[in-house]
């Protein structure tokens, strides 16, 4: 892995095809439970991602190793990744591509059980309201395929609600 640290710019677009494949096996190893093989394998392929990947490829990146970071408990590291991916998810929407809205949306409710962990509930709040707003408005624009996505947001409000009380 310092080779594809060392090398970032000599590898050029080569390079982010093997970070992306990397990235992928980060992913499926923090499904498996095994966080801190895949939090290296984030941190390995980092500088790749920031010098060669367009914007929505850091934001996806962002978002996973937040993902990962809160999965092992590392809350405050956790969440400037997710406060990355939310800034360039929100960059890229000018675009009209509703699948950033979607994962805007994503990213907002992985800061959210964020900050309930840090014990930020009315941050937690705000985030999943926001994503619940882009959720309705995905479902009503006719992609009934997060509908489950927005009852998932819905059922997280409502625990951040009744855990402010």
């Known amino acids: 892995m310092a080779f594809l640290t060392k090398n970032t710019v000599k590898l050029g677009p080569p390079g982010l095809l093997l970070a992306v494949g990397i990235e992928q096996h980060a992913s499926a190893l923090n499904d498996l439970g095994r966080n801190e093989m895949a939090l290296a394998l984030y941190d390995c392929i980092a500088q790749m991602y920031e010098l060669r990947a367009p914007d929505e490829?850091?934001?996806?990146?962002?978002?996973?190793?937040?993902?990962?970071?809160?999965?092992?408990?590392?809350?405050?590291?956790?969440?400037?990744?997710?406060?990355?991916?939310?800034?360039?998810?929100?960059?890229?929407?000018?675009?009209?591509?509703w699948h950033n809205e979607n994962s805007l949306?994503?990213?907002?409710?992985?800061?959210?059980?964020?900050?309930?962990?840090?014990?930020?509930?009315?941050?937690?709040?705000?985030d999943a309201e926001r994503a619940i707003g882009i959720f309705e408005r995905l479902l009503a624009a006719g992609h009934p395929e997060l509908a489950d996505d927005l009852e998932q947001a819905r059922a997280n409000r409502t625990g951040l609600l009744e855990d402010r009380e």
Not at 108 to 120: A, D
């Open 57 to 97: 490829m850091k934001a996806m990146y962002r978002n996973h190793r937040g993902v990962v970071l809160k999965a092992l408990g590392r809350f405050d590291e956790a969440l400037p990744e997710f406060d990355r991916a939310i800034a360039l998810r929100e960059s890229l929407l000018s675009g009209g591509r």
């Open 105 to 126: 949306a994503r990213a907002l409710m992985n800061r959210s059980n964020t900050f309930l962990k840090l014990g930020r509930i009315p941050d937690a709040i705000a």
